[in-house]
């Protein structure tokens, strides 16, 4: 697995663990009723490992596609030639590597709000703030990575973070 294809698991569970936690706990941290580290790595854990089996069925699923498209301009006569070759042993490890790193990333990002939940626990908004500061920081780093337009990207992961933590607090699911 090369750099380029690593950043994308990276950012995807960085910014899903993010987002599920800004949406699953937001109102909790905003009245300043979050406390407790178990139930910090509870949710960290459960949004990790959504994320990390959402990117694996949709890489692998995505990776066997190419090979299906690639096995018919090859005209032979089924996939299963290729599936079974070292390309298709190789989608699976980049599939499985890609996993980690997004279980891993999506805990990561997950933790940090919730971290700051507990840090500042009678001033939720802080946490609040810091973590769609952070999805402000991950725009950045999609834009140097795509290379595309800083701005619109730093203001749209913090506009998405901004949307996510009103419609958790309005839904209010972990209380």
């Given at each position: 697995?090369?750099?380029?294809?690593i950043?994308?698991p990276?950012?995807?569970g960085?910014?899903?663990?993010?987002?599920?936690?800004?949406?699953l706990?937001?109102?909790?941290v905003?009245?300043g009723n979050?406390?407790?580290?178990?139930?910090?790595?509870?949710?960290?854990?459960?949004?990790?490992?959504?994320?990390?089996?959402?990117?694996?069925?949709?890489?692998?699923s995505?990776?066997?596609?190419?090979?299906s498209?690639?096995?018919?301009?090859l005209?032979l006569r089924?996939?299963?030639?290729?599936i079974?070759s070292k390309?298709?042993?190789?989608i699976?490890v980049?599939s499985?590597?890609?996993?980690?790193?997004?279980?891993?990333s999506g805990?990561?990002?997950?933790?940090?709000?919730?971290?700051?939940?507990?840090?500042?626990?009678?001033?939720?908004l802080?946490?609040i703030?810091l973590a769609?500061?952070?999805?402000a920081?991950?725009?950045?780093g999609?834009?140097k990575?795509?290379h595309g337009n800083y701005?619109?990207?730093?203001?749209?992961?913090?506009v998405?973070?901004i949307?996510?933590t009103?419609?958790?607090n309005?839904?209010n699911l972990?209380?």
């Amino acid at each position: 697995m090369n750099k380029s294809s690593i950043i994308f698991p990276l950012t995807l569970g960085l910014s899903d663990g993010i987002i599920t936690t800004l949406m699953l706990i937001s109102r909790t941290v905003i009245e300043g009723n979050f406390s407790g580290l178990g139930l910090a790595f509870r949710v960290a854990f459960g949004s990790a490992f959504v994320g990390g089996f959402s990117f694996f069925i949709a890489e692998y699923s995505r990776l066997r596609g190419e090979i299906s498209r690639s096995s018919r301009q090859l005209m032979l006569r089924s996939p299963s030639y290729l599936i079974k070759s070292k390309i298709g042993k190789d989608i699976l490890v980049e599939s499985v590597v890609g996993t980690g790193a997004s279980i891993m990333s999506g805990f990561t990002g997950a933790m940090l709000p919730l971290t700051l939940a507990i840090l500042f626990p009678s001033h939720g908004l802080i946490a609040i703030y810091l973590a769609d500061g952070a999805m402000a920081l991950l725009g950045a780093g999609i834009a140097k990575s795509v290379h595309g337009n800083y701005i619109f990207w730093i203001i749209t992961m913090f506009v998405l973070g901004i949307v996510v933590t009103v419609l958790g607090n309005f839904l209010n699911l972990v209380s």
